[in-house]
């Protein structure tokens, strides 16, 4: 589902931004809901989605958390090593997480949490989404790994899902290119102003926040 550099990425979902303070995954709005269906339509088979941009966190969270709500076995995956923030905003323990196991202090196991989802956004979820944070702050040079690739590789065959929140567009270079090889789809997220320009990836589309 790559697009070649070069070509426009199109917009496969447009999300509206929120006021306030931001929210848990069990608590989206009935228009995000149907925005992160359209988007997973847009998906098609993809089984590894890679998010970037300022909203990577946002979307990739609302993207596991909607198809978890359909009934899919879905993993989360924390990727950015340097800014680690899913483990605050979705109550989970902060490690050990993909840094541990990379480094290999941890196996896969420990670094799994699994996350009951509530409100709205449960729907017909038939088990938790589990998760993989962070864990502590750490190279992103990790990422550029084989045991890094293994893993993905290893949830790619355990879940039917596997939605990555990956590094920035302007963090490192070598993480988010070694990320984009494993990935099916790789989505841009983020204001459309700030989305603009040559992109250090192929994009698969874009996920607009107005």
Known sequence: MRLRR???AP???EIRA????ATR???LRRDELEAYSRLAESLGEARVVL???PAKSRIAVGSAAVATAAGRRV????ADLADPSLASALGLEPAPGLHEYLRGEVESQAALQSLVLAGPAAGGATEPLACVPAGEPGPPS?????RCRQALSGLRESYELVVVDGVSLDGDRLGLIA???VADATLACGPAGELRGKQPIPITGLVTVV
């Open 51 to 53: 998010a970037t941009g």
């Open 179 to 181: 990320l984009a090889e």
């Open 6 to 8: 070069g070509r426009a």
């Open 11 to 13: 917009v496969l979902a």
């Open 25 to 27: 995954s069990g608590a």
């Open 142 to 146: 990790l990422l550029d790994t084989d």
């Open 18 to 21: 929120r006021r306030g303070p």
């Open 75 to 78: 993993a989360l995956v924390e």
